[in-house]
């Protein structure tokens, strides 16, 4: 392992840990338009600053009210696998990998078994999810297919939140739906 992957490793870990010890466990979770009472004594507390994140969020996503929280751990799971350019599962790092999962490694999770038909929407203008990342994925999927959105500036927000997501996306759903019941 290089030294740069392991400071890597301890960074995104450090990150964790400090955001569970202080409480955080979630983000952008229902309570997200509650306003915290910052001022100058208080300014740079983690609250604070958190609460000024999701202020300029707000902002750029005014639908705030429609997406969904996450865990700290499960965006930490998504670092890891941007990290390590593999799918796999939780990261314990390699003493407890060897007691959970038998490995130093975490497991990769094996895609193959996935035999469902699945349509796997993108877009290239989402700057969480790489196309090429969907196209690895589904081609590791035996029953999977891809479609591109059609604009180009389409956002992974956008797929729950865009004026046109009906349009773009959920018709093209849906009519799928409609086909495979009438089968």
């Known amino acids: 392992m290089s030294r740069r992957n392991r400071y890597g490793d301890d960074y995104l870990g450090l990150k964790q840990t400090f955001a569970v010890q202080t409480g955080m466990i979630e983000l952008f979770g229902p309570g997200i338009h509650q306003q915290i009472d910052c001022n100058e004594s208080n300014k740079w507390s983690v609250e604070c ?15 705030f009210d429609y997406i ?3 865990s700290i751990k499960q965006y930490a799971h998504y670092g890891q696998n941007i990290r390590d350019r593999s799918f796999r599962r939780w990261n314990y790092y ?8 038998g490995s130093i490694y975490p497991p990769r999770y094996d895609l193959s078994l996935i035999t469902a038909d699945v349509t ?3 877009t290239v203008g989402d700057a969480l999810l790489h196309e090429r990342d969907v196209l690895s994925m589904a081609n590791d999927m035996p029953n ?3 479609r591109r ?4 500036c ?3 927000t956008d797929f729950v939140s865009a004026a046109d997501a009906r349009e773009m ?10 086909e495979s019941n009438k089968k």
Do not use: C, W
């Open 49 to 63: 600053t958190l609460q000024q994140v999701k202020d300029v969020i707000q902002e750029i996503y005014e639908p």
């Open 94 to 101: 390699p003493m407890k990998n060897l007691r959970v999962y």
């Open 149 to 152: 959105v059609a604009r180009e």
């Open 169 to 178: 996306v959920l018709d093209y759903i849906l009519e799928r739906i409609n």
């Open 68 to 70: 969904a929280g996450a």
């Open 120 to 122: 796997m929407h993108y």
């Open 144 to 146: 999977a297919k891809v």
């Open 154 to 156: 389409f956002s992974h």
